[in-house]
Protein backbone atom coordinates (compact mmCIF):
# COMPACT_ATOMS: atom_id res chain seq x y z
CA UNK A 1 0.00 0.00 0.00
CA UNK A 2 1.35 3.21 -1.17
CA UNK A 3 -0.72 5.89 1.02
CA UNK A 4 -0.23 7.04 4.35
CA UNK A 5 -4.01 5.01 5.52
CA UNK A 6 -2.73 1.58 4.26
CA UNK A 7 0.08 1.39 5.75
CA UNK A 8 -1.08 2.83 9.18
CA UNK A 9 -4.01 0.89 8.60
CA UNK A 10 -1.50 -2.62 8.43
CA UNK A 11 0.62 -0.82 11.94
CA UNK A 12 -2.86 -1.12 13.96
CA UNK A 13 -3.79 -4.75 12.17
CA UNK A 14 -0.31 -5.79 14.14
CA UNK A 15 -1.00 -3.86 16.97
CA UNK A 16 -4.57 -5.40 17.14
CA UNK A 17 -3.51 -8.71 17.16
CA UNK A 18 -0.52 -8.00 19.87
CA UNK A 19 -2.70 -6.70 22.47
CA UNK A 20 -6.23 -9.37 21.61
CA UNK A 21 -4.93 -11.71 23.46
CA UNK A 22 -4.06 -8.99 26.15
CA UNK A 23 -7.44 -7.86 25.95
CA UNK A 24 -9.32 -10.54 26.87
CA UNK A 25 -6.69 -11.98 29.68
CA UNK A 26 -7.56 -8.40 31.50
CA UNK A 27 -10.90 -8.47 30.88
CA UNK A 28 -11.44 -11.82 32.87
CA UNK A 29 -8.94 -10.99 35.57
CA UNK A 30 -10.61 -7.90 35.67
CA UNK A 31 -13.82 -9.85 36.03
CA UNK A 32 -12.24 -12.30 38.61
CA UNK A 33 -10.72 -8.93 40.68
CA UNK A 34 -14.40 -7.27 40.35
CA UNK A 35 -16.23 -10.53 41.67
CA UNK A 36 -13.25 -10.97 44.90
CA UNK A 37 -14.02 -7.41 45.80
CA UNK A 38 -17.63 -8.11 45.71
CA UNK A 39 -17.32 -11.05 47.76
CA UNK A 40 -15.31 -8.83 50.25
CA UNK A 41 -17.48 -6.24 50.22
CA UNK A 42 -20.48 -8.71 50.82
CA UNK A 43 -18.68 -10.81 53.87
CA UNK A 44 -17.65 -7.04 55.36
CA UNK A 45 -21.60 -6.31 55.24
CA UNK A 46 -22.25 -9.86 56.56
CA UNK A 47 -19.63 -9.36 59.48
CA UNK A 48 -20.99 -5.23 60.02
CA UNK A 49 -24.59 -6.80 60.70
CA UNK A 50 -23.65 -9.42 62.86
CA UNK A 51 -21.05 -7.94 65.50
CA UNK A 52 -24.68 -5.07 65.48
CA UNK A 53 -26.93 -7.84 66.46
CA UNK A 54 -24.34 -9.21 68.88
CA UNK A 55 -24.08 -5.77 70.45
CA UNK A 56 -27.68 -5.05 70.84
CA UNK A 57 -27.80 -8.57 72.28
CA UNK A 58 -25.65 -7.71 74.81
CA UNK A 59 -27.16 -4.30 75.26
CA UNK A 60 -30.96 -6.07 75.78
CA UNK A 61 -28.70 -8.48 78.41
CA UNK A 62 -27.80 -5.66 80.18
CA UNK A 63 -30.07 -3.32 80.15
CA UNK A 64 -33.40 -4.32 78.32
CA UNK A 65 -33.95 -7.43 80.83
CA UNK A 66 -34.56 -5.09 84.01
CA UNK A 67 -36.78 -2.91 82.04
CA UNK A 68 -40.68 -3.38 82.42
CA UNK A 69 -42.11 -2.81 78.55
CA UNK A 70 -39.23 -5.95 77.94
CA UNK A 71 -41.87 -8.51 79.58
CA UNK A 72 -44.82 -6.66 79.21
CA UNK A 73 -44.66 -6.19 75.42
CA UNK A 74 -41.94 -9.34 75.10
CA UNK A 75 -40.13 -7.04 72.85
CA UNK A 76 -38.12 -3.36 72.92
CA UNK A 77 -36.60 -1.27 70.47
CA UNK A 78 -33.11 -2.99 70.57
CA UNK A 79 -34.64 -6.79 70.44
CA UNK A 80 -36.40 -5.30 67.30
CA UNK A 81 -32.70 -3.90 66.01
CA UNK A 82 -31.23 -7.13 66.66
CA UNK A 83 -33.96 -9.17 64.64
CA UNK A 84 -33.15 -6.38 62.31
CA UNK A 85 -29.37 -6.68 61.90
CA UNK A 86 -29.49 -10.92 62.09
CA UNK A 87 -32.43 -10.73 58.40
CA UNK A 88 -29.39 -8.61 57.02
CA UNK A 89 -27.19 -11.01 57.98
CA UNK A 90 -28.91 -13.77 56.58
CA UNK A 91 -29.44 -11.86 53.34
CA UNK A 92 -25.72 -11.04 53.04
CA UNK A 93 -24.90 -14.63 53.48
CA UNK A 94 -27.53 -15.67 51.01
CA UNK A 95 -25.69 -12.91 48.51
CA UNK A 96 -22.94 -14.10 48.66
CA UNK A 97 -24.33 -17.58 47.84
CA UNK A 98 -25.96 -17.14 45.00
CA UNK A 99 -23.04 -15.66 43.12
CA UNK A 100 -20.75 -16.78 41.22
CA UNK A 101 -17.50 -16.15 42.86
CA UNK A 102 -18.98 -18.59 46.00
CA UNK A 103 -18.69 -21.82 43.48
CA UNK A 104 -14.92 -22.28 44.59
CA UNK A 105 -15.57 -25.35 46.68
CA UNK A 106 -12.73 -23.64 49.88
CA UNK A 107 -14.97 -21.10 50.00
CA UNK A 108 -18.21 -22.80 50.13
CA UNK A 109 -17.18 -24.56 52.81
CA UNK A 110 -15.95 -21.90 54.92
CA UNK A 111 -19.34 -20.34 54.30
CA UNK A 112 -20.97 -24.03 55.29
CA UNK A 113 -19.87 -23.33 58.62
CA UNK A 114 -20.05 -19.49 58.92
CA UNK A 115 -23.95 -20.19 57.88
CA UNK A 116 -24.11 -23.28 60.83
CA UNK A 117 -22.43 -20.66 63.25
CA UNK A 118 -24.80 -18.25 62.72
CA UNK A 119 -27.83 -20.04 63.36
CA UNK A 120 -26.51 -21.98 66.11
CA UNK A 121 -25.51 -18.73 67.33
CA UNK A 122 -29.07 -17.07 67.14
CA UNK A 123 -30.69 -20.03 68.14
CA UNK A 124 -28.76 -19.89 71.42
CA UNK A 125 -29.59 -16.16 71.92
CA UNK A 126 -33.59 -16.81 71.59
CA UNK A 127 -33.39 -19.31 73.63
CA UNK A 128 -31.70 -17.17 76.30
CA UNK A 129 -34.31 -14.33 75.54
CA UNK A 130 -36.99 -17.25 76.36
CA UNK A 131 -35.41 -18.22 79.34
CA UNK A 132 -35.30 -14.94 81.15
CA UNK A 133 -38.72 -13.95 79.87
CA UNK A 134 -39.63 -17.17 81.73
CA UNK A 135 -37.69 -16.50 84.86
CA UNK A 136 -38.98 -12.94 84.91
CA UNK A 137 -38.15 -9.52 86.74
CA UNK A 138 -39.54 -7.76 89.91
CA UNK A 139 -43.44 -8.30 89.37
CA UNK A 140 -42.81 -10.27 86.36
CA UNK A 141 -42.66 -14.25 85.60
CA UNK A 142 -41.45 -16.74 87.62
CA UNK A 143 -39.72 -14.56 89.99
CA UNK A 144 -42.84 -12.27 89.87
CA UNK A 145 -44.90 -15.24 91.28
CA UNK A 146 -42.75 -16.03 94.04
CA UNK A 147 -42.45 -12.72 95.07
CA UNK A 148 -46.52 -12.57 95.38
CA UNK A 149 -46.27 -15.90 97.00
CA UNK A 150 -43.56 -14.62 100.03
CA UNK A 151 -46.04 -11.93 100.24
CA UNK A 152 -48.89 -13.63 100.66
CA UNK A 153 -47.14 -15.60 103.45
CA UNK A 154 -46.42 -12.05 105.28
CA UNK A 155 -49.63 -11.03 105.42
CA UNK A 156 -51.77 -14.37 105.63
CA UNK A 157 -49.54 -17.11 106.89
CA UNK A 158 -50.40 -18.79 110.00
CA UNK A 159 -47.52 -20.65 112.04
CA UNK A 160 -44.08 -18.58 110.43
CA UNK A 161 -42.96 -15.62 111.96
CA UNK A 162 -42.31 -12.34 110.09
CA UNK A 163 -38.75 -13.34 111.39
CA UNK A 164 -38.73 -16.29 109.76
CA UNK A 165 -40.12 -14.76 106.04
CA UNK A 166 -37.27 -11.99 106.47
CA UNK A 167 -34.91 -14.66 106.84
CA UNK A 168 -36.18 -16.17 104.02
CA UNK A 169 -35.96 -12.78 101.91
CA UNK A 170 -33.02 -12.72 102.71
CA UNK A 171 -30.97 -15.55 101.80
CA UNK A 172 -33.15 -15.23 98.29
CA UNK A 173 -31.74 -11.34 97.93
CA UNK A 174 -28.40 -12.88 99.00
CA UNK A 175 -28.45 -15.53 96.13
CA UNK A 176 -29.82 -12.77 93.49
CA UNK A 177 -26.68 -10.65 94.13
CA UNK A 178 -23.87 -12.71 94.63
CA UNK A 179 -25.13 -16.00 92.65
CA UNK A 180 -23.47 -18.44 95.03
CA UNK A 181 -25.39 -21.78 95.75
CA UNK A 182 -24.50 -21.77 99.39
CA UNK A 183 -27.60 -19.58 100.04
CA UNK A 184 -29.81 -21.89 98.08
CA UNK A 185 -29.09 -25.00 100.54
CA UNK A 186 -29.41 -21.85 103.43
CA UNK A 187 -32.98 -21.29 101.67
CA UNK A 188 -34.00 -25.08 100.44
CA UNK A 189 -33.28 -26.02 104.30
CA UNK A 190 -34.84 -23.25 106.07
CA UNK A 191 -38.07 -23.71 104.10
CA UNK A 192 -37.41 -27.85 104.64
CA UNK A 193 -37.61 -26.87 108.09
CA UNK A 194 -40.49 -24.77 108.15
CA UNK A 195 -42.42 -27.11 105.96
CA UNK A 196 -41.75 -29.94 108.56
CA UNK A 197 -42.68 -27.87 111.57
CA UNK A 198 -45.92 -26.52 110.20
CA UNK A 199 -47.16 -29.95 109.19
CA UNK A 200 -47.22 -31.06 112.57
CA UNK A 201 -49.67 -28.16 113.36
CA UNK A 202 -53.92 -29.06 112.78
CA UNK A 203 -56.01 -26.76 110.94
CA UNK A 204 -56.90 -25.36 107.22
CA UNK A 205 -54.83 -22.32 107.89
CA UNK A 206 -51.49 -24.61 108.43
CA UNK A 207 -52.20 -26.09 105.37
CA UNK A 208 -52.87 -22.94 103.41
CA UNK A 209 -49.74 -21.57 104.88
CA UNK A 210 -48.23 -25.24 103.97
CA UNK A 211 -48.83 -24.71 100.21
CA UNK A 212 -47.80 -20.93 100.10
CA UNK A 213 -44.52 -21.99 101.67
CA UNK A 214 -43.96 -25.03 99.18
CA UNK A 215 -44.90 -23.08 96.43
CA UNK A 216 -42.54 -19.98 96.78
CA UNK A 217 -39.57 -22.62 97.76
CA UNK A 218 -40.45 -24.35 93.88
CA UNK A 219 -40.68 -21.13 92.22
CA UNK A 220 -36.85 -19.91 94.05
CA UNK A 221 -35.66 -23.46 93.20
CA UNK A 222 -37.03 -22.77 89.11
CA UNK A 223 -35.68 -18.75 89.05
CA UNK A 224 -32.21 -20.76 90.08
CA UNK A 225 -32.21 -23.45 87.67
CA UNK A 226 -32.92 -21.11 84.83
CA UNK A 227 -30.58 -18.26 86.05
CA UNK A 228 -27.57 -21.45 85.45
CA UNK A 229 -29.06 -22.14 82.59
CA UNK A 230 -28.66 -18.89 81.28
CA UNK A 231 -25.44 -18.37 82.59
CA UNK A 232 -22.45 -15.31 82.14
CA UNK A 233 -19.34 -15.45 80.35
CA UNK A 234 -18.14 -18.20 82.35
CA UNK A 235 -21.41 -20.70 82.02
CA UNK A 236 -24.68 -21.56 80.69
CA UNK A 237 -26.07 -20.58 77.31
CA UNK A 238 -24.55 -17.34 77.32
CA UNK A 239 -20.73 -18.60 77.52
CA UNK A 240 -21.92 -21.10 74.46
CA UNK A 241 -22.89 -18.25 72.49
CA UNK A 242 -19.34 -16.56 73.27
CA UNK A 243 -17.97 -19.65 71.91
CA UNK A 244 -19.88 -19.61 68.81
CA UNK A 245 -18.96 -16.06 68.50
CA UNK A 246 -15.00 -16.97 68.85
CA UNK A 247 -15.41 -19.54 65.71
CA UNK A 248 -17.61 -17.22 63.67
CA UNK A 249 -14.49 -14.88 64.10
CA UNK A 250 -12.27 -17.18 62.98
CA UNK A 251 -14.47 -18.40 60.20
CA UNK A 252 -14.79 -14.91 58.98
CA UNK A 253 -10.81 -13.81 58.90
CA UNK A 254 -10.16 -17.23 57.03
CA UNK A 255 -12.83 -16.37 54.64
CA UNK A 256 -10.98 -12.95 54.05
CA UNK A 257 -7.22 -14.60 53.73
CA UNK A 258 -8.68 -17.09 51.01
CA UNK A 259 -10.30 -13.92 49.37
CA UNK A 260 -7.26 -11.65 49.76
CA UNK A 261 -4.84 -14.87 48.86
CA UNK A 262 -6.79 -15.14 45.53
CA UNK A 263 -6.87 -11.14 44.96
CA UNK A 264 -2.54 -11.31 45.28
CA UNK A 265 -2.58 -14.39 42.83
CA UNK A 266 -4.67 -12.78 40.11
CA UNK A 267 -2.95 -9.51 40.51
CA UNK A 268 0.76 -10.98 40.72
CA UNK A 269 -0.37 -12.94 36.94
CA UNK A 270 -1.84 -9.82 35.56
CA UNK A 271 1.53 -8.12 36.28
CA UNK A 272 3.55 -11.00 34.45
CA UNK A 273 1.48 -10.12 31.42
CA UNK A 274 1.55 -6.20 31.21
CA UNK A 275 5.32 -6.51 31.71
CA UNK A 276 5.71 -9.08 28.67
CA UNK A 277 3.26 -6.65 26.28
CA UNK A 278 5.41 -3.75 27.71
CA UNK A 279 8.10 -5.52 26.38
CA UNK A 280 6.53 -6.40 22.91
CA UNK A 281 5.02 -3.06 22.56
CA UNK A 282 8.59 -1.20 22.95
CA UNK A 283 10.10 -3.73 20.31
CA UNK A 284 7.10 -3.36 17.99
CA UNK A 285 7.54 0.58 18.26
CA UNK A 286 11.28 0.36 17.60
CA UNK A 287 10.24 -1.56 14.30
CA UNK A 288 7.82 0.48 13.48
CA UNK A 289 9.54 4.03 13.83
CA UNK A 290 12.55 2.29 11.61
CA UNK A 291 9.86 1.73 8.68
CA UNK A 292 8.08 4.57 8.77
CA UNK A 293 11.12 7.01 8.78
CA UNK A 294 11.84 5.51 5.75
CA UNK A 295 8.42 5.25 3.96
CA UNK A 296 7.00 8.19 5.63
CA UNK A 297 8.95 10.36 7.78
CA UNK A 298 11.41 11.04 4.86
CA UNK A 299 8.80 12.10 1.89
CA UNK A 300 7.18 14.44 4.20
CA UNK A 301 10.34 16.45 5.17
CA UNK A 302 10.80 17.23 1.84
CA UNK A 303 7.50 18.44 1.41
CA UNK A 304 7.59 20.37 4.04
CA UNK A 305 10.65 22.10 2.71
CA UNK A 306 9.07 22.83 -0.24
CA UNK A 307 6.04 24.25 1.59
CA UNK A 308 8.09 26.53 3.68
CA UNK A 309 9.99 28.10 0.45
CA UNK A 310 6.40 28.58 -1.20
CA UNK A 311 5.55 30.65 2.50
CA UNK A 312 9.08 32.37 1.88
CA UNK A 313 7.95 33.87 -1.49
CA UNK A 314 4.46 34.51 -0.06
CA UNK A 315 2.91 31.72 -2.05
CA UNK A 316 4.42 32.78 -5.21
CA UNK A 317 5.81 29.26 -7.32
CA UNK A 318 5.23 24.99 -7.07
CA UNK A 319 5.93 22.61 -5.20
CA UNK A 320 8.49 20.14 -6.92
CA UNK A 321 7.18 16.69 -8.76
CA UNK A 322 5.64 14.45 -5.98
CA UNK A 323 6.13 11.25 -8.28
CA UNK A 324 9.05 9.61 -6.03
CA UNK A 325 7.45 10.27 -2.82
CA UNK A 326 4.67 7.53 -3.83
CA UNK A 327 2.04 8.71 -1.20
CA UNK A 328 -0.74 9.62 -2.59
CA UNK A 329 -2.36 11.99 -0.17
CA UNK A 330 0.40 14.59 -0.07
CA UNK A 331 -0.31 17.51 -2.60
CA UNK A 332 0.75 20.61 -3.19
CA UNK A 333 -2.97 21.97 -2.29
CA UNK A 334 -3.06 20.32 1.51
CA UNK A 335 0.42 21.91 2.05
CA UNK A 336 -0.95 25.31 0.49
CA UNK A 337 -3.72 25.10 2.72
CA UNK A 338 -1.52 24.37 5.98
CA UNK A 339 0.52 27.10 5.54
CA UNK A 340 -2.07 29.76 5.58
CA UNK A 341 -3.57 28.55 8.35
CA UNK A 342 -0.55 28.48 10.15
CA UNK A 343 -0.09 32.38 9.22
CA UNK A 344 -3.76 32.91 10.24
CA UNK A 345 -2.92 30.85 13.87
CA UNK A 346 0.23 33.80 14.36
CA UNK A 347 -2.14 36.49 13.86
CA UNK A 348 -4.75 35.43 16.19
CA UNK A 349 -2.09 34.89 18.56
CA UNK A 350 -0.60 38.41 18.60
CA UNK A 351 -4.35 39.60 18.96
CA UNK A 352 -4.95 37.53 21.91
CA UNK A 353 -1.68 38.73 23.35
CA UNK A 354 -2.94 42.48 22.95
CA UNK A 355 -6.07 41.55 24.52
CA UNK A 356 -4.71 40.40 27.59
CA UNK A 357 -3.10 43.06 27.98
CA UNK A 358 -5.40 45.42 27.53
CA UNK A 359 -7.44 43.23 29.48
CA UNK A 360 -5.02 43.83 32.35
CA UNK A 361 -4.66 46.87 32.57
CA UNK A 362 -8.15 47.76 32.27
CA UNK A 363 -8.19 45.04 35.67
CA UNK A 364 -5.48 47.71 37.15
CA UNK A 365 -7.68 50.73 36.58
CA UNK A 366 -10.50 49.16 38.26
CA UNK A 367 -8.95 47.85 41.12
CA UNK A 368 -7.70 51.49 41.44
CA UNK A 369 -10.84 53.38 41.34
CA UNK A 370 -12.31 50.56 44.37
CA UNK A 371 -9.39 51.36 46.49
CA UNK A 372 -9.43 55.31 45.72
CA UNK A 373 -13.14 55.05 46.75
CA UNK A 374 -12.43 53.33 49.27
CA UNK A 375 -10.07 55.11 50.77
CA UNK A 376 -12.54 58.30 50.49
CA UNK A 377 -15.16 56.43 52.14
CA UNK A 378 -12.45 55.11 55.13
CA UNK A 379 -11.33 59.23 55.52
CA UNK A 380 -14.72 60.34 55.59
CA UNK A 381 -15.98 58.36 58.11
CA UNK A 382 -12.77 58.47 60.27
CA UNK A 383 -13.05 62.59 60.67
CA UNK A 384 -16.94 62.30 61.06
CA UNK A 385 -16.23 59.87 63.88
CA UNK A 386 -13.88 62.76 65.37
CA UNK A 387 -15.97 65.55 64.83
CA UNK A 388 -18.83 64.05 66.34
CA UNK A 389 -18.34 60.73 68.59
CA UNK A 390 -14.84 61.73 69.82
CA UNK A 391 -15.53 65.12 70.30
CA UNK A 392 -18.79 64.25 72.30
CA UNK A 393 -16.81 61.94 74.36
CA UNK A 394 -14.38 64.37 75.55
CA UNK A 395 -16.14 67.44 75.46
CA UNK A 396 -18.19 64.73 78.18
CA UNK A 397 -14.64 64.22 80.39
CA UNK A 398 -13.91 68.50 80.22
CA UNK A 399 -17.49 69.13 81.68
CA UNK A 400 -16.98 67.06 84.79
CA UNK A 401 -13.56 67.96 85.20
CA UNK A 402 -14.40 71.36 84.80
CA UNK A 403 -17.15 71.35 87.57
CA UNK A 404 -15.10 69.32 89.71
CA UNK A 405 -11.93 71.78 89.50
CA UNK A 406 -14.81 75.15 89.81
CA UNK A 407 -17.32 73.63 92.17
CA UNK A 408 -15.31 71.14 94.62
CA UNK A 409 -15.69 73.49 97.13
CA UNK A 410 -19.23 73.38 96.85
CA UNK A 411 -19.92 69.27 96.37
CA UNK A 412 -20.48 67.87 99.14
CA UNK A 413 -18.21 63.94 99.40
CA UNK A 414 -21.06 62.13 98.25
CA UNK A 415 -21.34 64.29 95.16
CA UNK A 416 -17.54 64.41 94.27
CA UNK A 417 -18.03 60.76 94.51
CA UNK A 418 -20.85 60.63 92.48
CA UNK A 419 -18.96 62.79 89.93
CA UNK A 420 -15.85 60.95 89.92
CA UNK A 421 -17.80 58.10 89.16
CA UNK A 422 -19.26 59.19 86.04
CA UNK A 423 -16.43 60.80 85.14
CA UNK A 424 -14.67 57.26 85.12
CA UNK A 425 -17.22 55.83 83.41
CA UNK A 426 -16.63 58.93 80.51
CA UNK A 427 -13.31 58.13 80.29
CA UNK A 428 -13.90 54.01 80.03
CA UNK A 429 -15.86 55.15 77.05
CA UNK A 430 -13.56 56.81 75.62
CA UNK A 431 -11.03 54.76 75.90
CA UNK A 432 -13.55 52.03 74.42
CA UNK A 433 -14.19 54.49 71.38
CA UNK A 434 -10.74 54.68 70.97
CA UNK A 435 -9.53 51.29 71.12
CA UNK A 436 -12.62 50.66 68.91
CA UNK A 437 -11.18 53.56 66.23
CA UNK A 438 -7.93 52.48 65.99
CA UNK A 439 -8.83 48.53 65.78
CA UNK A 440 -11.38 49.55 62.65
CA UNK A 441 -8.93 51.55 60.71
CA UNK A 442 -6.32 48.87 61.40
CA UNK A 443 -9.17 46.77 59.32
CA UNK A 444 -9.89 48.76 56.89
CA UNK A 445 -6.23 48.97 55.80
CA UNK A 446 -5.29 45.40 56.31
CA UNK A 447 -2.50 46.68 59.02
CA UNK A 448 -3.42 43.89 61.81
CA UNK A 449 -1.20 41.16 62.11
CA UNK A 450 -2.19 38.05 63.71
CA UNK A 451 0.13 37.11 66.75
CA UNK A 452 -1.49 33.75 67.67
CA UNK A 453 -0.38 32.01 71.01
CA UNK A 454 -1.99 29.56 73.33
CA UNK A 455 -3.57 30.98 76.85
CA UNK A 456 -6.25 30.91 79.20
CA UNK A 457 -9.66 32.47 77.65
CA UNK A 458 -11.45 31.84 81.48
CA UNK A 459 -9.01 34.49 82.60
CA UNK A 460 -9.34 37.07 79.71
CA UNK A 461 -13.35 36.43 80.22
CA UNK A 462 -12.90 37.14 84.36
CA UNK A 463 -10.39 40.34 83.79
CA UNK A 464 -13.04 41.97 81.51
CA UNK A 465 -15.84 41.38 83.83
CA UNK A 466 -13.50 43.07 86.36
CA UNK A 467 -13.40 46.39 83.71
CA UNK A 468 -17.01 46.43 83.88
CA UNK A 469 -18.12 45.63 87.40
CA UNK A 470 -18.99 49.00 88.22
CA UNK A 471 -20.42 50.18 85.36
CA UNK A 472 -22.91 46.99 85.82
CA UNK A 473 -23.25 47.92 89.57
CA UNK A 474 -24.37 51.77 89.00
CA UNK A 475 -27.43 49.90 86.24
CA UNK A 476 -28.18 47.42 88.85
CA UNK A 477 -27.19 44.89 86.40
CA UNK A 478 -25.94 41.50 87.44
CA UNK A 479 -22.82 39.89 85.37
CA UNK A 480 -23.00 35.89 85.86
CA UNK A 481 -19.68 34.10 84.76
CA UNK A 482 -18.72 30.88 86.60
CA UNK A 483 -14.88 29.76 86.22
CA UNK A 484 -14.17 26.32 85.61
CA UNK A 485 -11.22 24.43 84.19
CA UNK A 486 -11.40 24.52 80.18
CA UNK A 487 -8.85 23.71 77.63
CA UNK A 488 -6.37 26.76 76.65
CA UNK A 489 -7.09 28.37 73.28
CA UNK A 490 -4.90 29.24 70.51
CA UNK A 491 -5.63 32.72 68.71
CA UNK A 492 -4.59 36.15 68.82
CA UNK A 493 -4.83 37.07 72.65
CA UNK A 494 -5.49 40.98 72.34
CA UNK A 495 -7.93 40.50 69.52
CA UNK A 496 -9.98 37.75 72.01
CA UNK A 497 -9.55 40.36 74.68
CA UNK A 498 -11.38 42.95 71.97
CA UNK A 499 -13.77 40.45 71.09
CA UNK A 500 -15.09 40.46 74.74
CA UNK A 501 -15.17 43.50 75.95
CA UNK A 502 -16.99 44.83 72.74
CA UNK A 503 -19.87 42.34 73.55
CA UNK A 504 -19.45 43.14 77.57
CA UNK A 505 -19.97 46.66 76.45
CA UNK A 506 -23.00 45.96 73.68
CA UNK A 507 -24.91 43.77 76.83
CA UNK A 508 -24.47 46.93 79.40
CA UNK A 509 -25.58 49.25 77.18
CA UNK A 510 -29.11 47.23 75.55
CA UNK A 511 -29.70 45.67 79.26
CA UNK A 512 -31.89 47.75 81.56
CA UNK A 513 -31.47 48.14 84.89
CA UNK A 514 -31.96 45.16 87.25
CA UNK A 515 -31.35 42.69 84.26
CA UNK A 516 -28.79 40.26 84.07
CA UNK A 517 -26.11 39.26 81.55
CA UNK A 518 -24.52 35.66 81.79
CA UNK A 519 -21.08 34.40 80.21
CA UNK A 520 -20.55 31.26 79.58
CA UNK A 521 -17.75 28.90 77.86
CA UNK A 522 -18.44 25.43 76.65
CA UNK A 523 -15.73 22.50 75.67
CA UNK A 524 -16.59 21.20 72.05
CA UNK A 525 -14.13 18.86 70.35
CA UNK A 526 -11.46 20.96 68.86
CA UNK A 527 -12.50 24.54 70.37
CA UNK A 528 -14.39 26.77 72.86
CA UNK A 529 -17.81 28.28 72.09
CA UNK A 530 -17.92 31.81 74.11
CA UNK A 531 -21.42 32.66 74.69
CA UNK A 532 -22.12 36.65 75.69
CA UNK A 533 -26.20 36.56 76.44
CA UNK A 534 -28.39 39.59 78.13
CA UNK A 535 -32.39 40.06 79.16
CA UNK A 536 -32.24 43.41 77.04
CA UNK A 537 -33.95 44.21 74.39
CA UNK A 538 -33.09 41.73 71.88
CA UNK A 539 -33.33 42.31 67.82
CA UNK A 540 -35.33 41.57 65.32
CA UNK A 541 -34.23 38.57 62.24
CA UNK A 542 -33.60 41.97 59.68
CA UNK A 543 -31.31 43.34 62.67
CA UNK A 544 -28.98 40.13 63.16
CA UNK A 545 -28.69 39.56 59.40
CA UNK A 546 -27.60 43.21 58.65
CA UNK A 547 -24.81 42.42 61.82
CA UNK A 548 -23.67 39.22 60.29
CA UNK A 549 -23.69 40.31 56.38
CA UNK A 550 -22.18 43.44 57.11
CA UNK A 551 -17.81 43.64 56.56
CA UNK A 552 -17.80 47.35 57.59
CA UNK A 553 -19.47 49.35 59.88
CA UNK A 554 -22.66 49.36 61.38
CA UNK A 555 -25.08 51.56 62.24
CA UNK A 556 -24.86 52.66 66.07
CA UNK A 557 -28.37 52.13 68.68
CA UNK A 558 -28.70 53.94 71.90
CA UNK A 559 -28.01 51.99 74.52
CA UNK A 560 -31.52 51.52 77.66
CA UNK A 561 -29.60 54.38 79.32
CA UNK A 562 -29.36 56.34 75.65
CA UNK A 563 -25.66 55.30 75.65
CA UNK A 564 -24.07 56.49 72.57
CA UNK A 565 -22.02 54.24 69.91
CA UNK A 566 -19.88 54.33 66.47
CA UNK A 567 -21.10 50.83 65.15
CA UNK A 568 -17.81 49.55 64.82
CA UNK A 569 -17.61 47.54 67.74
CA UNK A 570 -19.53 44.47 65.97
CA UNK A 571 -18.00 44.55 62.32
CA UNK A 572 -14.28 44.66 64.06
CA UNK A 573 -15.17 41.88 66.57
CA UNK A 574 -16.65 39.62 63.88
CA UNK A 575 -13.67 40.28 61.36
CA UNK A 576 -11.21 39.22 64.25
CA UNK A 577 -13.28 36.11 64.78
CA UNK A 578 -12.77 34.94 61.24
CA UNK A 579 -9.04 36.10 61.05
CA UNK A 580 -8.84 33.92 64.58
CA UNK A 581 -10.85 30.85 62.63
CA UNK A 582 -13.85 31.02 64.04
CA UNK A 583 -17.23 31.48 63.58
CA UNK A 584 -19.91 33.96 64.98
CA UNK A 585 -23.44 33.03 66.04
CA UNK A 586 -26.39 35.31 67.31
CA UNK A 587 -29.34 34.38 68.55
CA UNK A 588 -31.73 36.96 69.69
CA UNK A 589 -35.88 38.16 69.61
CA UNK A 590 -36.60 41.72 70.17
CA UNK A 591 -37.84 42.55 73.91
CA UNK A 592 -36.30 39.05 75.03
CA UNK A 593 -32.58 39.71 74.95
CA UNK A 594 -29.13 38.81 72.82
CA UNK A 595 -26.97 35.74 72.61
CA UNK A 596 -23.95 36.17 71.38
CA UNK A 597 -21.64 33.05 70.50
CA UNK A 598 -17.66 32.75 68.73
CA UNK A 599 -15.71 30.29 68.29
CA UNK A 600 -11.82 29.81 69.45
CA UNK A 601 -9.80 26.55 68.28
CA UNK A 602 -8.06 24.95 71.24
CA UNK A 603 -5.71 23.42 68.98
CA UNK A 604 -3.18 24.23 66.33
CA UNK A 605 -4.54 22.47 63.12
CA UNK A 606 -3.38 22.59 59.34
CA UNK A 607 -6.01 24.99 58.33
CA UNK A 608 -5.18 27.81 61.13
CA UNK A 609 -1.60 27.93 59.80
CA UNK A 610 -2.13 27.91 55.62
CA UNK A 611 -5.29 29.81 56.39
CA UNK A 612 -4.37 34.13 55.18
CA UNK A 613 -4.24 36.33 57.83
Keep these: MNTIRGRVLIAFLVLFLLIGPFLLFAFNSLQAIDNAKTLRESVAVFDGNRLKADNKFFHILDFDTKQDDFYLQKSSKYLEEYQQYIENAKSALAKIRSANYSKNPTVAARLDRIEANLQQLNADIIHVFGLIQQKG ?3 FGTIGKMRRTIHLLEKEGVGIELLEILQLRRKEKDFFIRKDPYYVKQLNAQCEALLERISLEEGPE ?14 FNLVTKLDAKIG ?11 DTNTRLNANIAGLYELVDADSELMIGSIKSYLVLFFVITVLFAMLSAFVFAGHIARPIKNLISDMDSIVQNNFEGQLSDTKSLRIAEIDRLT ?9 IRNQIETLSEKNKSLHFLNGKLVESENELREASRIKDKFFSIISHDLRGHTGNVLSLANILKEDKDKLEEKEKELFVKYLSDASQNLQLLLDNLLNWAKS ?3 DHTLSKKSFNMGKVVQKNVQLFKENALRKNIAIVFEEKDIPRVYADKDMMDFVIRNLLSNALKFTSKGDQIFIEI ?6 LAITVRDTGVGMSKKQIQSLLLSAK ?20 CKDFVDRNNGEFRIESKPNQGSSFTFTVPTTLTTESILKVS
Design 137 to 139: FKS
Design 206 to 219: FRETQKLLASYQSK
Design 232 to 242: DGQSGIVKNIQ
Design 335 to 343: GTYNGLVSK
Design 444 to 446: QMN
Design 522 to 527: SENEDH
Design 553 to 572: ENKSTKGTDNEEGTGLGFAI
